[in-house]
């Protein structure tokens, strides 16, 4: 891990270090073993694979943690854009531009993927935050109702509404995402007429639409 990813991680540590009670496991709190997790991931921004043997007390303790940690996660979620000045300004004076509720939402990601479809009993707020919330919580929120496998209905809403939002990145992630998960509502959606490059992916249903969550 590099030494920027490093020191994200040690900002992230000071700043939970007072945190109120949450669950547990094995002495560490949820907050805790997600640091670990992002901390022993081999890229900062990557998704997270439960299934990589590096990780796998980490995802131990947050599947063991389950559903008792899903309003933690919900609030990491549910942050607005203004920077909040302990993480980002130790961030800011090594390099790194990220306001704190960036760095929850990473966390956040992370931590619903680890559960799956576990934690699909949060899709109805994750729906809600990806249609009503703060900017920054929307997209990270309809990647983790993807995460958890939610259902048709609070997926695809979400899914359409990034498709033609005027952020070209989000709007590229929803189509890849239409196309992958539900290829007739992409037909319907006009997905192939506004990206027609995945036209030729659709014999396959090979598609990457990995999108990074908001650093600003």
């Not at 901390?39 to 980490?58: E, G, H, I, Y």
């Not at 933690?72 to 790194?96: C, D, K």
């Not at 992630?173 to 992916?201: D, M, N, S, T």
């Amino acid at each position: 891990m590099g030494t920027l990813s490093i020191v994200f991680v040690l900002g992230l540590l000071a700043l939970y270090v007072s945190r109120p009670k949450e669950p547990a496991y094995q002495g560490k709190t949820l907050t805790e073993w997600m640091v670990q997790l992002e901390a022993q991931k081999s890229n900062l921004f990557d998704s997270v694979d439960p299934d990589d043997p590096r990780l796998t007390d980490c995802v131990t303790a947050i599947k063991a943690i389950g559903t008792n940690g899903i309003p933690n996660l919900l609030s990491m979620l549910n942050q607005n854009t203004a920077p909040r000045e302990r993480l980002s300004r130790f961030l800011a004076g090594v390099g790194i531009h990220m306001n704190e509720a960036s760095g929850k939402s990473l966390l956040a990601i992370d931590g619903f993927t680890v559960l799956g479809e576990t934690a699909k009993p949060a899709a109805p707020k994750l729906h809600q935050l990806a249609t009503t919330g703060p900017d920054i919580s929307r997209i990270n929120a309809l990647q983790c109702l993807i995460a958890v496998k939610a259902d048709r209905e609070d997926v695809v809403p979400c899914l359409i509404h990034f498709l033609i939002t005027t952020n070209k990145i989000y709007s590229r992630f929803a189509a890849g995402e239409l196309h992958r998960l539900y290829p007739e509502e992409a037909e319907k959606a006009g997905v192939y007429k506004l990206f027609p490059q995945l036209i030729k992916l659709r014999a396959t249903n090979n598609v990457s639409t990995n999108v990074p969550s908001p650093k600003k």
